[in-house]
């Protein structure tokens, strides 16, 4: 089992910037991806970016190609967002979540509870 926790959502106005916290614990020696999604109300989950954790190597959906960073930090299993220039519609609730190489939420295993970010206009 992984545990993952998330933390650092809030109110920012549009154009701001915001960064995300993903603390992973238990057996995170199995993890080979961890992600972002975001789900806003009356919307289906969607995939913001993803990092494999070996190597590095990321991943971004197109809405926030340029905007959004993910990174991660090997020694305290935790993975980070930075989200710059933010826009209303970025305005969801953001989940953290470890599994397979994927940008489907179905397919990844563990997750956070999510943390709320809101951007006012």
């Known amino acids: 089992q992984v545990q993952l926790v998330e933390s650092g959502g809030g109110l920012v106005q549009a154009g701001g910037s915001l960064g995300l916290s993903c603390a992973a614990s238990?057996?995170?020696?199995?993890?080979?991806?961890m992600a972002w999604f975001r789900q806003a109300p009356g919307k289906e989950r969607e995939f913001v970016a993803s990092i494999i954790m070996d190597y590095g190597s990321t991943f971004y959906a197109e809405s926030v190609k340029g905007r959004f960073t993910i990174s991660r930090d090997d020694a305290k299993n935790a993975v980070y967002l930075q989200m710059n220039s933010l826009k209303p519609e970025d305005t969801a609730v953001y989940y953290c979540?470890?599994?397979?190489?994927?940008?489907?939420?179905?397919?990844?295993?563990?997750w956070g509870q999510g943390t709320q970010v809101t951007v006012s206009s």
């Open positions: 979540a470890a599994g397979p190489l994927s940008r489907r939420s179905d397919r990844y295993d563990y």
């Open positions: 238990g057996r995170t020696l199995y993890m080979t991806t």
